[in-house]
């Protein structure tokens, strides 16, 4: 169960990645008004030349955080961000589950 646990979590978190490096390759490429508002964010494995090391990192992590809790304007009139957007929350949610899951299995194990 735990090499089960440790799999699905390391899956989930890969797929994450690559999902926020489509949802902001698809935001570069067909909202590029929207990108430039968001601070020009550079995904984790693919980065525009427009955004910068620093602040492309930066304004990443804060959409990456923004997008678990708000669907952007731009996301709500593009189908298929908004599927991107269901698959990169649903890995957020199966990632932490799998932690949690972890840490009990982990501490179950001591006692």
Known sequence: MLLFLICVFILAS??????????VALEYDDHNESWN?????GGFFWKP?????????????KLA????AKTPDWMR?????????????LCWWVGIVCWVALIVQMFAARS
């Open 14 to 23: 890969l797929a994450l990645f690559v999902l926020f490096d489509c949802i």
């Open 37 to 41: 508002l968001d601070g020009k964010p």
């Open 49 to 61: 030349n427009e955004s910068s090391f620093w602040t492309g990192s930066m304004s990443r992590g």
């Open 77 to 89: 009139v593009d189908q298929r961000a908004s599927r991107l957007l269901f698959w990169y929350r």
């Open 65 to 68: 955080s923004a997008l678990l």
